[in-house]
T-cell receptor
Framework: EDQVTQSPEALRLQEGESSSLNCSYTVSGLRGLFWYRQDPGKGPEFLFT???AGEEKEKERLKATLTKKESFLHITAPKPEDSATYLCAVLNAGNMLTFGGGTRLMVKP | DTAVSQTPKYLVTQMGNDKSIKCEQN?????MYWYKQDSKKFLKIMFSYNNKELIINETVPNRFSPKSPDKAHLNLHINSLELGDSAVYFC??????????FGQGTRLTVV
């Protein structure tokens, strides 16, 4: 069974304080690893897809990286509007998308 | 146009009732999913379905059943609702190994 573990569960940062979120995974035939952002009362919103170890993607203050066992979401100089729950998910060879428990990020001004 | 739309957005019903949640997508994706998000915000997959194959998470009670009248729709039927079924249910769609797009969710409350 595929497993996705995210840490920390919650993270409080001051505005401008950079940090990283971790996603560890075990999956049968990785077809892709995805990062999503979820705001309260809304569905997950897609951020990045990573397909192979060594791959990196960037978008504004966010950068996602991938190894064979884990992925990191780096947040550089975060702003209060970056506050949300960040979800990691893996897609396996059988087309099942499994999510981790998420990291709730709070950025204080 | 909303890519993935679910109805209703809120559903309050009594224990023992049977209810359905509808999901429609206009993205032309070949795979649709149903997820349950509990009070701890954990997204748990219930079903993965394309026009060839239904994959069921074995932990899902058989009171839950997906019904797909066509490629653009995957509805979720729930029989004999229980208090523990209260959660937010999300429909999502995907194609190949690209990202999945989510609907806005249906908050189900069983009283």
């Amino acid at each position: 069974e595929d497993q996705v573990t995210q840490s920390p569960e919650a993270l409080r940062l001051q505005e401008g304080e950079s940090s990283s979120l971790n996603c560890s995974y075990t999956v049968s035939g990785l077809r892709g690893l995805f990062w999503y952002r979820q705001d309260p009362g809304k569905g997950p919103e897609f951020l990045f897809t990573l397909y192979s170890a060594g791959e990196e993607k960037e978008k504004e203050r966010l950068k996602a990286t991938l190894t064979k066992k884990e992925s990191f979401l780096h947040i550089t100089a975060p702003k209060p509007e970056d506050s949300a729950t960040y979800l990691c998910a893996v897609l396996n060879a059988g087309n099942m998308l499994t999510f981790g428990g998420g990291t709730r990020l709070m950025v204080k001004p | 146009d909303t890519a993935v739309s679910q109805t209703p957005k809120y559903l309050v019903t009594q224990m023992g009732n049977d209810k359905s949640i509808k999901c429609e997508q206009n993205l032309g994706h070949d795979t649709m999913y149903w997820y349950k998000q509990d009070s701890k915000k954990f997204l748990k997959i219930m079903f993965s379905y394309n026009n060839k194959e239904l994959i069921i998470n074995e932990t899902v009670p058989n009171r839950f059943s997906p019904k797909s009248p066509d490629k653009a729709h995957l509805n979720l039927h729930i029989n004999s609702l229980e208090l523990g079924d209260s959660a937010v249910y999300f429909c999502a769609t995907g194609r190949g190994n690209t990202e999945a797009f989510f609907g806005q969710g249906t908050r189900l409350t069983v009283v």
